[in-house]
C-alpha cells in the first residue's frame, strides 16, 4: 500500500534538504578553500585568485611544513598526548562507571550526586593553576592529561550502558565464583564495545583539540602539542613566520602554510574516525537512554 504524501510532508522535507545541504557547504567549503591554498602558487594566494581549486599547483609548502622541526616535534606530542589520554582517561573513567552501576553499591546515589556537582561547578582557573603548580605538574606533560582523565560526561554514559546488561550475566558468573574484577574484565566490557570505542573517540577528539590546556600551563617547547602550534602560527599571520627561512620565503606564503599545517593537523584524527564510526551511533544512544 503506498501512502500518499501530502504537499505539507513534500515542502517540510525539502526545507530539511536544503537546510542540511546548506549546512554541510558551510563546513565544507571553508576546507576545501584550505586544501586549494595549500597546493597553490605563491602569486595566486598573495592576489587572492584562489577560491575552491588550486590555482599554480605546487606542494611546495607541504614540503616545508613536513621538513619544520617544531612542527614534527609537536605533532609528535599531540599523538603520544591522544594515545596516552584516551588510554588512562577510557581505564578510569570505566572503572568509576562500573561500581556506579550496580544498584547494591551502597550511598550510590551520593557519589553520582558528588560526581555530577563536580560537572557542575568546577573550582575556576585560578584554583586549578594553583593546584597543579603546587602539585610540581606546570611546564611538564602530564599536565596535559591528567585534568581531564576523567569526564563525568563520559562516565555517565558508560555507566548507563552497563545498567543496561542483563542482570543474570553477573549472577551467573557470581554463582561460579567470579569476583567483580573478573566479571568486569570478562563479561562486561567485551559486551560494551560499542560505548567504549565511542567514548575513546570522544577522549582522542578532545586531546587532539585542546589547546588551552596547554597554552596555560605549557611554555617549554618541547611539549607544545600541535593545536598550540597551529593557534600560535595563526596568530603569527604576518610575513614575520617566514623571517627566519629565506628559502622558504621566496617559494611560498604564510597563507599556504597555515593551510597546510591546519590540514596535515586534522588528517590523522580523519583517519581515526572511519574505524569507530560504526559503533558510534549504536553506542551513544543506547548508553544515553537506557539506566
Request: charged share 10%; with cysteine; net charge positive.
Amino acid at each position: 500500500m503506498t501512502v500518499k504524501t501530502s504537499f505539507s510532508e513534500k515542502l517540510f522535507n525539502f526545507c530539511n534538504y536544503l537546510f542540511f545541504i546548506l549546512v554541510g557547504l558551510t563546513t565544507l567549503l571553508p576546507f576545501v578553500n584550505l586544501i586549494a591554498k595549500s597546493f597553490s602558487s605563491e602569486a595566486a594566494v598573495i592576489s587572492g585568485k584562489v577560491n575552491l581549486l588550486p590555482i599554480g599547483f605546487q606542494t611546495g609548502t607541504y614540503m616545508y611544513v613536513l621538513k619544520d622541526s617544531m612542527f614534527l616535534n609537536s605533532l609528535k606530542n599531540s599523538i603520544l598526548l591522544a594515545i596516552v589520554g584516551t588510554a588512562l582517561g577510557l581505564f578510569l573513567t570505566t572503572i568509576t562507571a562500573y561500581p556506579l552501576s550496580r544498584v547494591q553499591l551502597r550511598g550510590r546515589k551520593w557519589f553520582l550526586l558528588m560526581f555530577i556537582f563536580t560537572m557542575l561547578f568546577s573550582g575556576g582557573l585560578i584554583p586549578t593553576y594553583l593546584l597543579m603548580h603546587n602539585l610540581g605538574l606546570v611546564n611538564q606533560f602530564p599536565v596535559l592529561f591528567l585534568p581531564a582523565a576523567i569526564n563525568v560526561f563520559n562516565m555517565l554514559i558508560i555507566k548507563n550502558y552497563f545498567e543496561g546488561l542483563p542482570d543474570g550475566l553477573e549472577e551467573s558468573a557470581k554463582l561460579d565464583g567470579a569476583s567483580n574484577i573478573r566479571i568486569l574484565f570478562s563479561i562486561v566490557l567485551p559486551l560494551s564495545l560499542p560505548v567504549l570505542a565511542t567514548i575513546a573517540l570522544f577522549f582522542a577528539v578532545a586531546f587532539w583539540n585542546d589547546y588551552f590546556t596547554s597554552m596555560i600551563y605549557i611554555t617549554n617547547q618541547d611539549f607544545k602539542p600541535l593545536q598550540l602550534y597551529l593557534k600560535e602560527l595563526l596568530v603569527s599571520s604576518s610575513s614575520e613566520f617566514l623571517k627566519d627561512n629565506v628559502d622558504a620565503a621566496l617559494n611560498t606564503t604564510p597563507q599556504s602554510i597555515q593551510a597546510a599545517s591546519i590540514l596535515l593537523a586534522t588528517l590523522p584524527i580523519l583517519m581515526v574516525y572511519p574505524f569507530l564510526q560504526k559503533y558510534f551511533v549504536k553506542g551513544v544512544l543506547v548508553g544515553s537512554v537506557k539506566g
